[in-house]
């Protein structure tokens, strides 16, 4: 039984999900369905982007991730399918895929061309129903990845903001805000000597690195290694977005010990 | 495996949904759930019976829809089940499955008496759970349609607002606004001639009719046919609904070309 | 086909549930997976248990309830499994499972140990994903509960708060406000006798129980015993939490007749 994933900024309200997994169904009725999150905000390519990459490396191989966050659909932005690892994901070529297009694993991309594996009379602005469920409905059951069409060598991809790193530390920036406020940056694991002196963020400072939230007091800012790999800045039983006043973009900086 | 598809006002937060999803599963362990949403406004049956609309014609043959949007349960509205083309719908009585009952498909309308396909004592204020999700689960097991209950010729159909039509042009309203701002109207494709002049909505003119959001520039009002099959006022990258202060039931008209 | 159901306050915007049903398919590809709600407030571990006390009677022998609202996630609180009647729990020992510890069902608690059912090296603050999605996979195969780990006989019980009854009445509070604004009370059935005189809420009396919410005109509050089996005020096609101005924790009496 493959696995097909949905992710989308259509939210759930207006049945086009439903739409999708019924076309899905259809062609592929042994497929599972697994709904990774329509509450992408609106045209948010990037925050897609950032889910997909934490997403992909917890599905068992042949999982064919559906991903639409597509402000562009019906212009001659291209509809491509990436196979990186033993993922398949199909989705518009808008940068969506930007983090997963890296040098660590191969990777192979292909612009969606054939047309059986599209509804005849896509329509415009439902390329997720007409154009990507299909395409990963047909994947599902088998179809070569090579069938899709045509390899493509330059699938668009997002700039990234990267820190700034010298001897005495890194500057970075926050680049996502998670259900419970917590702040992931751009700084990861890599970037991180063993010790630090301090991490600094708008007003604060955190004088160490922890493990877990509960190292610190309730209320208190706290400073980890997050589960997508990055720096993460959180409020122990609070919401750091709200509680430090702190938006998308907001410079991180550490500063190494001695 | 039958499939059978959950549309609601429940939410998701207090588990009435999961409720139907456990009976569900222990009558019918074959069955594929797909939720289509929770997220219905409150006694919204009109937005509901938009969405049912929406994805009937997408879900495979032999499909059961059950759809609860039901402020009067309890009371002695009647519990019902159609069938129409070759889906099945069951919900409550109260014009939930309007713009199901056309001309164009046949349908037919069964009450639920049978007491076989109910939970015994059902709660009053929780058909969802007791009385539809049941019914759902045997019709997927294959039950005759017939054995539901006796057949009715009256199910109850909301009034539809429809479009004022002359030769000048068409005047019809906002009926549904989706989750990204986008204006759904009750004029449909039929009602359009090849070639517009103008259409005014608000204090707004658009001058034709566009395929896709991106042929006007971002932050413009576009004009397509939507997904629905309706006439849809979008602003592209943008949010019609609020950059343009636009509600439910807000006139739009189209004047005709020469 | 094993059935996992899923109760987290992790949101879905984010990818976290995607990446524990990643795990979970991966270990046990053929269960099947509920999403019973991930919309529970931040660390409200009352909440969650209102819910998983809810839906644990409607689901089929041997389901397995996934439950991650965990604030406490990485310290020295415990992972446990609890089983209860014919269900399974998994999640933190927090309190989370308070309402399933009664003395009508059998129940047995085992603190999770046995490293072959969780991640290795699992990500301080993610158990949800790399302890306790591995150990539902686990059991759904078949393993004896047995094996998870030593029994223990105190897991945390959160204090509850308990009705004042005496001959005149009962007096009770609001412990739940649903997706309708209904007010769920602390005063279950066996608590009410067939007659009495009044409810009071805040400013509100209504005089008698009634059976569902059409009985009294719309925007009238109404009470009434509701799914869970306590008593509930409700708004008729309104929202009693905002109509009435009423939140959690507000007191409720009940006097009863003669």
Same mark, same amino acid.
């Given at each position: 039984?493959?696995?097909?994933?949905?992710?989308?900024?259509?939210?759930?309200?207006?049945?086009?999900?439903?739409?999708?997994?019924?076309?899905?169904?259809?062609?592929?009725?042994?497929?599972?369905?697994?709904?990774?999150?329509?509450?992408?905000?609106?045209?948010?390519?990037?925050?897609?982007?950032?889910?997909?990459?934490?997403?992909?490396?917890?599905?068992?191989?042949?999982?064919?991730?559906?991903?639409?966050?597509?402000?562009?659909?019906?212009?001659?932005?291209?509809?491509?399918?990436?196979?990186?690892?033993?993922?398949?994901?199909?989705?518009?070529?808008?940068?969506?895929?930007?983090?997963?297009?890296?040098?660590?694993?191969?990777?192979?991309?292909?612009?969606?061309?054939?047309?059986?594996?599209?509804?005849?009379?896509?329509?415009?602005? $439902?390329?997720?129903?007409?154009?990507?469920? &299909? /395409? @990963?409905?047909?994947? =599902?059951? !088998?179809?070569?990845?090579?069938? *899709?069409?045509?390899?493509?060598?330059?699938?668009?991809?997002?700039?990234?903001?990267?820190?700034?790193?010298?001897?005495?530390?890194?500057?970075?920036?926050?680049?996502?805000?998670?259900?419970?406020?917590?702040?992931?940056?751009?700084?990861?694991?890599?970037?991180?000597?063993?010790?630090?002196?301090?991490?600094?963020?708008?007003?604060?400072?955190?004088?160490?690195?922890?493990?877990? $939230?509960?190292?610190?007091?309730?209320?208190? &800012? /706290? @400073?980890?290694?997050? =589960?997508? !790999?990055?720096?993460?800045?959180? *409020?122990?039983?609070?919401?750091?977005?709200?509680?430090?006043?702190?938006?998308?973009?907001?410079?991180?900086?550490?500063?190494?010990?001695?």
């Amino acid at each position: 039984m493959p696995i097909i994933t949905l992710t989308t900024d259509y939210g759930t309200q207006d049945g086009f999900v439903a739409q999708m997994q019924g076309v899905i169904l259809g062609l592929s009725p042994e497929s599972r369905l697994v709904n990774v999150t329509h509450e992408i905000n609106p045209f948010a390519v990037m925050q897609a982007a950032l889910v997909l990459k934490g997403i992909s490396r917890y599905f068992p191989p042949g999982t064919i991730h559906c991903a639409v966050v597509d402000p562009g659909v019906g212009s001659d932005r291209r509809n491509i399918a990436l196979r990186t690892g033993n993922q398949i994901f199909v989705g518009p070529d808008n940068g969506l895929f930007s983090l997963l297009l890296t040098e660590e694993i191969p990777w192979e991309a292909r612009e969606i061309q054939n047309s059986e594996y599209i509804m005849p009379d896509p329509h415009p602005t $439902f390329h997720g129903r007409d154009v990507f469920a &299909p /395409v @990963a409905a047909h994947l =599902s059951l !088998g179809k070569a990845f090579e069938s *899709v069409g045509n390899m493509i060598q330059d699938p668009v991809r997002l700039p990234v903001s990267s820190p700034r790193i010298s001897k005495e530390g890194v500057e970075g920036q926050v680049i996502h805000i998670d259900r419970f406020g917590n702040l992931t940056t751009n700084i990861d694991s890599r970037m991180l000597p063993n010790s630090i002196k301090t991490i600094s963020i708008a007003h604060w400072t955190i004088s160490r690195m922890s493990k877990y $939230f509960n190292e610190v007091q309730a209320g208190e &800012p /706290v @400073a980890l290694m997050n =589960s997508f !790999g990055f720096l993460e800045i959180a *409020v122990n039983r609070g919401n750091a977005a709200q509680d430090l006043g702190i938006g998308k973009g907001t410079r991180v900086s550490v500063q190494f010990a001695g």
